[in-house]
C-alpha cells in the first residue's frame, strides 16, 4: 500500500535526486490521479560543501508524481531562499534556468523509473 503525503496548496515541497533538490510550491493535488500541480521555485545544487541555486520562479508549472515530493523542512529552505534575488520583469525567459529544468526533470524521472518507485 502506497500511502500519499497530504500536502496543502502553498506549502513548500522538494523533488530529489541525487545532489540536487528542487524546491517547488504545490498549487493543487490532483488526488483522483496522485498526482501533485507545482511551481518551481528553485534548482539547489550541493558539491563539494558548496550550494549553486538556480532561480526557477519564471519556469512552467509541473504535474508530477505526488508520492515523488517529500516536505520541504523551513531549516533547509530559508537561507537558499534569502540567496534569491527580488522579482523583477523580465523581457524574456531565462533559457539557461529552463535548460537547468528540463535536465534535472529527465534525469530525477528516469532516476524513479530505475528504482520502481513508480
Known amino acids: ?8 496548496i502553498g506549502q ?13 510550491e504545490v498549487v493543487q493535488v490532483v488526488t483522483s490521479r496522485d498526482l501533485c500541480w507545482v ?3 528553485l534548482l539547489a545544487e550541493v ?6 541555486i538556480t ?3 519564471d519556469a512552467s508549472d509541473l504535474l508530477w508524481p505526488t508520492n515523488l515530493f517529500r516536505p ?4 533547509e529552505v530559508i537561507n537558499l531562499f534569502s540567496q534569491l534575488s527580488p522579482i523583477e520583469p523580465k523581457v524574456s525567459v531565462d533559457q ?3 535548460q537547468k529544468l ?5 534525469q530525477a524521472w528516469q532516476a524513479y523509473q530505475n528504482s520502481n518507485d513508480l
Open 72 to 75: 520541504a523542512l523551513d531549516t
Open 39 to 41: 511551481r518551481p521555485l
Open 96 to 98: 539557461v534556468a529552463q
Open 55 to 57: 532561480d526557477l520562479r
Open 102 to 106: 528540463h535536465h534535472f526533470i529527465t
Open 12 to 24: 513548500i515541497i522538494s523533488l530529489d535526486c541525487g545532489h540536487r533538490n528542487l524546491y517547488c
Open 1 to 8: 500500500m502506497n500511502i500519499q503525503p497530504n500536502f496543502q
Open 47 to 52: 558539491r563539494e560543501e558548496q550550494t549553486w
